[in-house]
């Protein structure tokens, strides 16, 4: 009997990706041959980033209805898994009643993290379950550390614990990264230990994560929070909701009663701009807009008609794709304002429509500030009218209908960016520029989110620390943080005893804290992804996901799936959505498949016989 070996490293929803494919295609082993599979994560099974013991008040960004680990319709959604298990909407929390109180879960609810860990375990559960005796599973709740090439073949992985694992394939599945100590990091890390005497608040996260770290803030503590995005706002309910205070009320009636236990929070980012809310999902489950300018069909095109002229198939995000996509936005616009649909042959993108979507995407264009209340008041007017426009739904409000376009149309991003496929210079301005604009307008909250943000800056828990363009510093008279802002009438400057770092780190292999990345490094088995002299991060992979060591050349049997290759691919960090074929299975299934052919034709070296210690 001919055993080969698997390891997943990492366990989240991509290696329980992975470990469905390999379920699906179970049946059809080769003959004579068993899969070893050994899961390697110090956490639950499936849950990764998600885990199902973090606290209730972290909601997914996603409407759970539009979230299933079964893309292929063969098992259900999230949503339709906490309705089978019980589940119950008590006001804005879930109860696991056996379906009695409260009301029905819906296709509209962002449910819980803690229920979205909970629903991918069950996932696991059920795909552990369905493979037949000639594939084993093994579960290490320890980290992987280390892995190297041996001389029969394939790898030798090592764990945290001391456990080796002879390898004949691997899957790199680790999820979300840590990057080590900026110069800012390790500037204010000792502006705190140089100065905590003078100021026994003083406090700086670089990051918030897990959650349960904020708990260390005193109360009373003047916090400035680093970003407005989705992480800003974990940080904002673990500050107010995880000290006991509760929101009354929903919509613009929703009130804030505190509990006398929270800090005093100061919201800034590079613009100052909020996240906008997502629109009422008028679409259904699986609906989407279906795009009539910036298809894949019109990128290849592109891409024909730049090797014809200039010799190279790689894009000018800018000059090429971006005109196809504000194209795409105004149709979208447009034919939600009149109502009826536009032939897109008898479309033309007017200054009307180019207007509206240039509002959309710099709401700060032309615009000057006397004061950071005259900004304070801009920006809760914002907020206030963009949940205006989300309560109009993705299918009426003309505004909602041209962000959620963004989202529907990610296949033609990717078949633009993907691998390359834009020029360095561009590639960087897409990243550097593009990326966080379309996170901003498109990828933020559920509504209650901003509501409840309006609410905190009624009641006087929130406030901004200052406007677009300010600046963090420490201050050694008062021993705590500063930020600035130059306003038109003069400068306003605002003092915080902790600084919150609220952001996701972009995963590079040259600045990732984790010892097995650079461990890898050292050995010449992963490599930075480069488009030219640019490196947008990530692991440098094949299209079939296959990791490309310092040589150039692929390795025979390691994969990277997910967060880790956030470079050669674009938008890695989403669960599937229910009813549509997506990236997220058909990455896995061009894993998976990889070794499927190796399996059905192996080397002539005999495969490992024993574990060894």
């Known amino acids: 009997m001919n055993t080969a070996r698997v ?56 409407l759970a209805s539009q979230l299933s680990m079964f893309s292929d319709g063969q098992g259900p959604s999230f949503t339709e898994w906490a309705e089978q298990a019980g589940y119950r909407r008590f006001g804005s929390g879930y109860c696991r009643t056996g379906g009695e109180g409260g009301e029905p879960i819906g296709e509209l609810d962002y449910l819980p993290r803690s229920m979205l860990g909970a629903y991918l375990s069950f996932v696991f559960d059920r795909t552990a379950q369905t493979l037949p005796p000639s594939i084993r599973l093994v579960h290490h709740r320890s980290r992987v550390i280390d892995m190297e090439e041996v001389a029969a073949g394939g790898m030798l992985v090592r764990t945290e614990d001391g456990f080796r694992i002879p390898s004949d394939f691997v899957f790199l599945t680790t999820g979300h990264c840590r990057r080590i100590a900026s110069d800012d990091d390790v500037r204010f890390e000792s502006f705190v230990s140089d100065h905590r005497d003078r100021n026994d608040r003083l406090c700086y996260a670089a990051d918030p994560y897990p959650i349960d770290r904020l708990q260390r803030i005193a109360p009373g503590s003047v916090v400035a929070v680093q970003g407005l995005g989705l992480t800003a706002h974990d ?37 100052c701009l909020p996240a906008a809310a997502r629109g009422i999902n008028q679409k259904g ?70 207007a509206a979507v240039e509002a959309i995407l710099d709401p700060l264009a032309g615009r000057g500030f006397a004061s950071a209340e005259e900004f304070t008041a801009f920006f809760t007017a914002f907020v206030s009218e963009d949940l205006a426009e989300a309560e109009r739904g993705n299918l009426t409000s003309p505004v909602k209908a041209a962000t959620d376009v963004i989202r529907d149309v990610r296949e033609s991003l990717r078949q633009a960016v993907d691998f390359a496929g834009l020029t360095p210079a561009s590639h960087r301005v ?77 995963f590079h292999p040259d600045t990732d804290s984790s010892p097995l990345v650079s461990r890898l490094l050292a050995r010449g088995l992963i490599r930075p992804f480069a488009n030219g002299d640019y490196e947008p991060g990530g692991l440098d992979i094949t299209p079939s996901g296959r990791v490309v060591a310092k040589t150039g050349d692929p390795l025979a049997a390691v ?34 498949d990889d070794m499927w052919a190796q399996l059905a034709d192996p080397p002539e070296e005999d495969r490992h016989d024993d574990q060894q210690r």
């Open 235 to 271: 940080v904002l309910a673990a500050l107010t909701v995880g000290r006991g205070g509760r929101f009354e009320g929903d919509g613009d009636g929703m009130r804030y009663l505190p509990s006398g236990r929270e800090p005093r929070i100061l919201l800034m980012s590079r613009q």
């Open 430 to 506: 897409f990243t550097q520029r593009w990326v966080p604009l379309m996170n901003r307008i498109s990828f933020g909250p559920p509504r209650r989110r901003n509501y409840e943000l309006l609410s905190l800056m009624r009641a006087g828990t929130v406030d901004l620390a200052g406007g677009p363009g300010c600046r963090v510093d420490t201050d050694e008279a008062t021993a705590r943080f500063t930020v600035s802002t130059d306003f038109a009438g003069g400068s306003s400057v605002r003092h915080a005893d902790v600084l919150v770092a609220a952001r996701l780190d972009v």
């Open 285 to 354: 489950v699986a609906g989407r807009y279906e795009p009539q300018f910036f298809t894949p069909q019109a990128v290849a095109a592109l891409r024909q008609e730049a090797q014809r002229t200039r010799g190279t198939q790689q894009l000018d995000f800018d000059r090429e794709v971006l005109p196809l996509l504000l194209r795409e936005m105004g149709y979208a616009w447009r034919t939600t304002l009149e109502k009826r649909p536009v032939p897109p042959q008898e479309y033309t993108f007017g200054d009307e429509d180019r």
């Open 7 to 62: 390891t997943i490293a990492g366990t989240g929803p991509r290696g329980l990706g992975v470990l469905q494919r390999i379920a699906d295609r179970a049946r059809r082993l080769p003959d004579g041959t068993q899969l070893e599979i050994h899961l390697v994560d110090p956490s639950e099974t499936g849950q990764g980033a998600h885990p199902a013991r973090q606290p209730d008040y972290l909601l997914t960004n996603t």
């Open 559 to 592: 994969w990277a799936l997910g967060y880790p290759v956030e470079g050669p691919r674009y938008y890695t960090y989403y669960v599937p959505r229910a009813g549509q074929a997506t990236r997220f299975a058909a990455e896995a299934a061009a894993a998976v």
